[in-house]
């Protein structure tokens, strides 16, 4: 059993028990979560390995970020695309593949250090990527309108815009709304009401 916020997810027996303060926007930003979580297995978090549930998770996370953000008009294509580096493998994140979002289909592209973020609208950066290479891709991503994610600690310092945040039982995320202006970028204030934290209101 893994505790999400206030969500409580059993995959075993495909419950979901949610009780969260915000009730008008549980069904639009954490329904996503049951779908995602049948797709990639139904395998009970009692005996699955504690990251493949992160991941599960991150993947739902990632994909109600797409839905929750504004771009600049001009920043999509025929798709809207989840960068992410090509290791460690991140197979979950599949399960997104093909839904809509910006009513736009999602594509996943894995990338390899230092290749270029033409056509990505969000970059995932792992805590796998390490400091050095996060402070890269960031400096590459600056100013450009591309939503960075990481599950590094202290990322928001280190200029990207939302962290997950994972105690090991609780996964939330925070958000720099500084560094998405400069982007371009806007979130809706439901998205807002549901971070843990926001900086540069």
């Not at 001009?74 to 399960?95: G, N, Q, R, W, Y």
């Not at 990481?150 to 928001?156: E, G, Q, T, Y």
Request: glycine share 4%.
């Amino acid at each position: 059993m893994i505790v999400f916020h206030s969500i409580s997810i059993d995959f075993n027996s495909a419950y979901l028990s949610v009780r969260l303060r915000f009730a008008r926007i549980r069904c639009v930003f954490f329904g996503l979560i049951i779908a995602i979580a049948s797709t990639v297995g139904s395998t009970s978090l009692t005996s699955a390995q504690p990251i493949a549930s992160e991941q599960t998770l991150t993947a739902a996370f990632l994909y109600n970020f797409l839905k929750f953000t504004e771009w600049p008009d001009d920043a999509f294509d025929s798709e809207v695309t989840i960068c992410t580096s090509i290791k460690p493998e991140f197979e979950e994140l599949d399960a997104i593949l093909g839904r809509i979002a910006q009513n736009k289909p999602v594509s996943i592209r894995r990338i390899a250090h230092k290749e270029s973020l033409n056509s990505c609208q969000l970059l995932f950066l792992p805590r796998e990527e390490g400091v050095q290479h996060v402070h890269e891709w960031l400096s590459a991503a600056a100013d450009k309108p591309i939503l960075t994610v990481s599950n590094i600690n202290d990322f928001l310092d280190a200029g990207g815009m939302i962290q997950l945040n994972n105690d090991g039982k609780n996964l939330s995320f925070s958000i720099n709304l500084e560094y998405a202006r400069r982007a371009g970028l806007k979130f809706n204030a439901q998205l807002l009401q549901i971070a843990r934290q926001v900086r540069g209101r």
